[in-house]
């Protein structure tokens, strides 16, 4: 059986992870797949992280242009992360002609269209099932099953950090800050969680999977984004107590010709399979116009779970010709396809008032003149004359609801305006 | 674009889905798979089931051999089920260089060996991701996903039949016939729920998935089979009183160099991903030893979801080369392999016993005596001077727990054994 030889660049978590699979399942590969595949060279800035891990240092590389060079190798595992220089270095082994696997979820959102034609080109591969959800394989679903179906929505909990940040709060009923410092010290989150916490990283995976499920570009800075700093403990209370749990969701809707593009947290009904995946799990619930809904569950991100998509990757590229994207992707979006802002949903939204008759009806008739239509009040006096006032409206407008709540803010009786969540 | 033509034999439920699909979607697919799908022939008994869909009689074909003989067919679709005529059929087929698409599960799971060594000779693929799970894409994800996982359990609930009733039992409290006849009444169920409620339509699937995830051929005939048909409405209300739903789940495990393989129903904590899985929907639970635990969720049955599928595959098919299943596959189980009768689980233990002083412990010395551990037993007071107790065991060697039922069922004071069903 002919050995393979491959690389890895950035022998981090989950550049660890894929060595770590590669080489303890390697005769379990060889007798189920055929291949045999061997790490040949680890690209990183020294061979301390070889070390650390016990692997032999003669793996060690220090230079991109050497690995590039060598003949052996006939595909790089990329898990370094970021935007530079991962790009600079793939770009060299693409143009070497040595297939590439990826996790890099914010390169990929952000140079999928520059890195594909230069695969292509040299007739290798680009491939990044662990860029998204980890070790669900979800860009394997989207790419090669239900193909003869028109996807019609995906609605995705894809970032385990802020999945595990509201399942916290919502199980312990305990502020933000206090279920990101759990997830701070559990490594779950980063010491600078902006990038979790704000919806960028949940905004890079929606715009790789909104382009394969849509056929069409949907780049990420095109994609509406909120995130779930301001989501607080009252917040997930009333959602319990009217039947729902809160998540941050990722949403792809076709509508007509046009796209939703949109991450922000979500009012979630507690019998929505959505609604119990919790902790650092993570699924994507799709509906196809015949094979109606799917969802897909599991580890969200992990040094194994992803690794685990990594090495079905390496797989995948060893054992057939690479397959390009049909639609023409130059990172912008298509003339043809409109991006829906103004799109419709349910609200929840949270006001504290002046405890005076009257205060009601004026918020009332504010929606009602924007055509956002009540279908739950509820009213729970507060401190200092004060008093909560809980919505939740039928299907509305965004801008009527964005509208409304800028005239609501106005009323002299509105001290403040508390909330705002969608609802599912 | 060249135009692929194609051919059906068996315009049923799912063959009218799949051609729903084709003809509906067939720019779609042209758009986004570069491909022109056209259904040219349809093989059936008479010209009634076109007639009726409003498909162009011209398409009727009434001879298999024809259909073998004509030259511009590439692929033939089989949604005919059970063995015979869909294996002389199929054969036809794939003698003819056709390669063939199926849904056919029991066929599948009884002559998938035979099947498959023709299509290789001739060069053509034989694909079956109808056949299990309706529209969700397991058979997919078990070939192309996670292959460098060693897959070491599989939990299925893949039968939408005992999953509406035991669902419809467990909403609405009702008996198994009640659940039954709605079920029946309602299309779900077949007039004769056989090959449904005795877990036979799961075994098939059981069959072929466990050979896929484990690498070996599992012969449907070695699976170990339990249906619903004993489920009582007190037995589901007990589950619900210590925290479970009850499912018919299909089991497949690898344990050392053994492998279990087991329909039967199953107490589920509620709290566990496949608790919440209803109605007709299906689902199917994995554990990687390094993607961790996966989920697959949707329609299990239907003319579109399976119909989906099937599409799926033709578009599979005509894309590329077809891969055979890489271990021997002989339709019986590697001598190799150790199929392990005497599972370890959890059980749930129903007994009607006179409400006397020391029939509990002398219970559960029987119990003890045969090293099944309780974990919890509650008595409750019924007619005649009699009583009902419950009990909850440690996981137990299944082998003990039938000896322990055999010896306390000989008790007099035991007026019956009730119950017994595993604990996942």
Not at 128 to 157: M, N, T, W
Request: hydrophobic residues 40%; aromatic residues 8%.
């Amino acid at each position: 059986m002919k050995t393979h030889h491959i690389a890895i660049m950035g022998l981090g978590t989950v550049g660890g992870g894929a060595y770590d699979i590669l080489t303890q399942n390697r005769e379990h590969i060889k007798s189920t797949q055929g291949l045999d595949i061997s790490v040949k060279l680890i690209l990183d800035r020294n061979d301390e992280p070889l070390k650390k891990r016990g692997i032999p240092t003669k793996l060690f590389c220090d230079s991109v242009d050497k690995l590039a060079a060598d003949k052996d190798v006939e595909l790089v595992i990329e898990t370094m992360g970021g935007v530079e220089p991962a790009k600079t270095f793939i770009t060299k082994m693409l143009t070497a002609g040595k297939s590439v696997v990826t996790a890099n979820k914010e390169l990929l959102a952000k140079c999928w269209h520059e890195l594909e034609p230069i695969a292509k080109a040299h007739g290798c591969g680009l491939f990044f099932e662990a860029s998204c959800v980890g070790g669900v394989p979800i860009i394997r679903a989207l790419g090669e099953s239900f193909q003869g179906d028109r996807v019609k929505s995906i609605y995705g909990i894809i970032n385990g950090t802020t999945n595990y940040i509201l399942s916290k709060m919502s199980s312990e009923n305990c502020s933000y800050a206090e279920a990101l410092k759990k997830a701070q010290e559990l490594g779950y989150a980063e010491f600078d969680p902006t990038s979790d916490v704000d919806g960028y990283d949940a905004a890079y995976k929606l715009s790789i999977l909104c382009s394969l499920a849509f056929h069409t570009c949907v780049p990420y800075g095109s994609i509406f984004r909120d995130g779930i700093t301001k989501v607080t403990a009252s917040d997930i209370k009333n959602a319990h107590d009217l039947g729902y749990e809160i998540k941050l969701l990722a949403i792809g809707k076709r509508e007509g010709d046009g796209l939703e593009a949109r991450v922000h947290p979500v009012f979630v009904p507690k019998d929505h399979p959505l609604a119990s995946v919790s902790g650092a799990y993570n699924a994507v619930y799709l509906n196809g116009d015949f094979v109606g809904d799917l969802m897909f569950y599991g580890a969200g991100a992990g040094a194994h779970p992803t690794g685990s998509a990594i090495v079905s990757d390496v797989i995948k590229a060893l054992s057939g010709k690479p397959k390009y994207c049909e639609f023409e992707n130059n990172g912008k979006l298509d003339g043809s396809v409109k991006l829906i802002g103004d799109f419709v949903s349910g609200y929840y939204i949270c006001v504290t008032v002046d405890d005076k008759v009257g205060v009601l009806s004026r918020i009332s008739t504010i929606l009602g003149n924007n055509g956002v239509s009540i279908k739950a009040a509820t009213q729970v006096p507060g401190s200092d004359d004060g008093a909560t006032v809980v919505f939740l409206t039928h299907l509305a407008r965004e801008h009527a609801v964005m509208q409304s709540l800028e005239a609501i803010g106005k009323l002299a009786a509105v001290r403040s305006i508390d909330s705002m969540i969608r609802v599912l």
